[in-house]
């Protein structure tokens, strides 16, 4: 069955980095999308990055140049590299696997979140 495991959520000053990881199995990674999503209290759930199959990007405005989001095929890890940390991102981080390659339909499997919190 499919599992993704995120991990490396914590707490930071703004300015600072974080990294986290999404560990997956269950699945042939390397022929799905994966993305990242995130969730503050009281709020709706953003995309934030996606991947798709051929390694292409794409990246919300709100964290556009500040984050990064790779996939290691091999290890079947999920990352996302995030600097400039801003109070605003603030929130429960989660990792998805897309229903497809291009990153074109809905996200089937979430992880249980990890928990991001950056004070001012």
């Known amino acids: 069955q499919v599992q993704l495991v995120e991990s490396g959520g914590g707490s930071v000053q703004a300015g600072g980095s974080l990294r986290l990881s999404c560990a997956a199995s269950?699945?042939?990674?390397?022929?799905?999308?994966m993305g990242w999503f995130r969730q503050a209290p009281g709020k709706e759930r953003e995309r934030i990055a996606v991947i798709d199959s051929d390694g292409r990007a794409s990246y919300a405005g709100s964290v556009e140049g500040r984050f990064t989001i790779s996939k290691d095929n091999a290890k079947k890890i999920l990352s996302l590299e995030m600097n400039s940390l801003k109070p605003e991102d603030t929130a429960m981080y989660y990792c998805?696997?897309?229903?497809?390659?291009?990153?074109?339909?809905?996200?089937?499997?979430w992880g249980q979140g990890t928990q991001v919190t950056v004070s001012s």
């Open positions: 269950g699945f042939t990674y390397s022929a799905y999308c």
């Open positions: 998805a696997k897309g229903r497809d390659n291009y990153c074109s339909l809905d996200f089937t499997y």
